[in-house]
């Protein structure tokens, strides 16, 4: 394979020969059993690509971003029950944003490329991470800024962030606008639970406002969703327990939720003065039992994930109250 170098050319970033250059994210395996995955720059234009890796290392280039249709995917792709890929890109598309709002798109394993949906700031901007297909057939995923509420401001982006969903044909609906107080800035993205609903963090935002990472106010949520964007926020940060999740949850065999935070927890512990993050579960599940179709067990099997027999019909959980997070390890600590 090509050495992947930095090129200063008109301040795009270019690849070996235009394949790309700086994956940020991880592959996914396609039922062809190659590897399919995104880079944030290079390819031909240096805006980024979409590529197929076969087991043997052979790359070849799908799509390369040419701004108008999309560029910079932070996000890898997300193979579709349809056999298609879905994913999202930083910017392009849109000029209303810095270096453009960002996008959705689809893309098929022969490379024939569409673009879904080019955020437009008031609809939600600068999507960070990739999609999650519901049972529903909608996919649905986060902007980290933009929405209805420009209060949030970190540097030159606006806006609290979105929650949204979009059809395969690329019909966009905004389920949620993040204000602040219930959550701003949401990098992760979506997973959908047994219970049918949807739970993700925001990196900023929640009830307590002391922290501020990079301009953004506020240590951070949990919170969860349901396919028709009622949202309820689960837990706000305070530092203690954790502070600034950058990641997606997971849902363990147990029935939890599970995830860490990039900052928070025990100051001065090898980190300087700063706290080195946690890990952390949390309890809140709704009690109505979800009946997993055969497009949920396909999407799962296609991600690598096997639903425990434990909550693959139903999930039953005693608390029916949202709970404090369970911090489960910060440096110097001992996990419990």
Do not use: W
């Not at 009946?291 to 999930?315: D, K, Y």
Request: hydrophobic residues 35%; neutral net charge; glycine residues 18%.
């Amino acid at each position: 394979m090509n050495e992947l170098v930095r090129h200063d050319t008109s301040g795009v970033l270019r690849g070996a020969n235009g394949d790309g250059l700086s994956p940020e994210a991880s592959l996914v395996q396609g039922t062809d059993g190659n590897f399919y995955g995104t880079t944030f720059g290079g390819g031909a234009s240096g805006y980024g690509a979409a590529f197929r890796l076969t087991p043997n290392g052979r790359v070849t280039v799908l799509h390369s971003f040419s701004y108008s249709d999309g560029a910079y995917p932070l996000s890898g792709l997300l193979l579709g029950t349809d056999g298609s890929f879905y994913g999202t890109t930083f910017g392009g598309g849109s000029d209303v944003c810095f270096v453009g709002c960002g996008t959705v798109f689809k893309i098929a394993r022969n490379g024939a490329f569409t673009t879904l949906y080019a955020f437009g700031l008031s609809d939600g901007a600068k999507p960070h991470s990739g999609l999650a297909e519901g049972v529903d057939g909608y996919f649905y995923g986060t902007t980290a800024y933009g929405g209805a509420n420009e209060s949030c401001m970190v540097g030159s982006f606006v806006g609290c962030g979105t929650v949204f969903k979009i059809t395969p044909a690329g019909k966009l609906t905004s389920l949620y606008n993040f204000a602040g107080g219930d959550g701003a800035n949401p990098e992760a993205g979506l997973i959908q639970a047994s219970d049918g609903n949807f739970y993700g963090t925001t990196d900023a935002g929640g009830a307590n406002s002391f922290c501020n990472a990079g301009g953004a106010v506020g240590c951070g949520t949990v919170f969860k969703i349901t396919p028709n964007g009622v949202l309820t926020t689960l837990h706000s940060f305070n530092g203690n327990d954790g502070a600034n999740p950058l990641s997606a949850l997971i849902q363990a065999r147990d029935g939890r939720l599970y995830g860490t935070t990039f900052d928070g927890g025990l100051v001065g512990s090898g980190c300087g003065n700063n706290s080195c993050g946690t890990m952390f579960r949390i309890h809140h599940l709704a009690r109505s039992p979800l009946c997993i179709s055969s497009r949920a067990r396909r999407t799962a099997s296609m991600a690598g994930i096997q639903a425990p027999r434990s909550f693959r019909l139903r999930m039953g959980i005693s608390t029916e109250q949202p709970q404090a997070a369970d911090r489960l390890n910060s440096t110097a600590q001992s996990s419990r």
